[in-house]
């Protein structure tokens, strides 16, 4: 079975991973509280989504 | 290629699969509004509009049929008459599935999924009751816990505030605190070595112990 020649150098593994990257989270302010919350969801801090209470938060 | 490949198996085998959506069914039926994870909200929906549009038919092979899968009889029997009255011409899409963000333990992502028809019962129904509760509640710990939760929001529309900055700032803290956490673990580790030793070198002298815990 063929086989790497070489061992990947630290510098050429570093250079791949320059790609892998963290993304910050697609957020936008609630329309009810105005809260960040995460698009599409319902709101953590007021349990709203699309105008309507979903949930009522514990606090 | 998933050609023809409907629906997901939820990690379960064939028979366990058909009695989680047969209860999640029949409990979305029961309370019209369940919390489970998104994939099991799907595939209840998937699950359950079909049986809900047997049931219009409103005769006996419907209800036999629907029976099947909807084990409890008050809830077929709920089923038959009031859901399906207020269903009415609604053709198809009875169920909403609302994303809710992710679970803290596994990270898994949760949903709500409700009868469209049943809007004003589900919801506003818990808001009144539990919005007094909390609002007795807090009156009686504001003394105590108000203060600080205002500050914390303060501090939190701050940082919204920034946004962008404001996230990298705290990934940043959080890489700092870590560090700090890492650095005071070493700490308490090395003092408790250092006793240790002392323990054992009861007989040597205080600066002997000193010299040690320098050369370690």
């Known amino acids: 079975m063929p086989h790497p020649k070489r061992k990947i150098s630290k510098t050429r593994r570093d250079k791949r991973r320059t790609h892998y990257k963290a993304s910050a989270p697609s957020l936008s302010k609630c329309s009810n509280c105005g809260e960040m919350k995460l698009s599409h969801r319902a709101c953590p801090n007021c349990g709203y989504y699309a105008g309507r209470s979903m949930f009522v938060p514990e606090s | ?216």
């Open chain 2, 1 to 216: 290629m998933r050609h023809r490949v409907k629906g997901r198996k939820l990690g379960r085998t064939a028979s366990h699969r058909h009695a989680t959506l047969n209860a999640l069914a029949t409990q979305l039926l029961r309370h019209k509004k369940i919390k489970t994870t998104l994939a099991k909200a799907k595939e209840t929906k998937r699950f359950v509009e079909p049986l809900i549009t047997k049931a219009k038919k409103n005769d006996l092979s419907a209800r036999r049929y629907v029976a099947r899968f909807v084990k409890d009889k008050e809830v077929l029997k709920e089923l038959f008459s009031e859901i399906v009255e207020k269903i009415g011409d609604r053709p198809g899409g009875y169920t909403r599935v609302v994303k809710l963000g992710y679970r803290a333990g596994d990270a898994a992502e949760l949903a709500i999924i409700e009868l469209v028809d049943y809007n004003e019962i589900a919801a506003p129904k818990k808001k009144e009751t539990k919005e007094s509760k909390t609002t007795e509640e807090t009156k009686a710990k504001k003394s105590k816990k108000a203060p600080k939760k205002e500050e914390a929001e303060e501090a939190e529309v701050i940082e919204e505030n920034k946004e962008e900055k404001a996230e990298k700032k705290t990934t940043k803290r959080k890489t700092s605190s870590k560090k700090k956490s890492d650095e005071s673990k070493k700490e308490v580790k090395e003092e408790v070595k250092s006793e240790a030793e002392e323990d054992k070198t009861d007989s040597e002298t205080d600066e002997s112990a000193a010299e040690e815990k320098e050369d370690k």
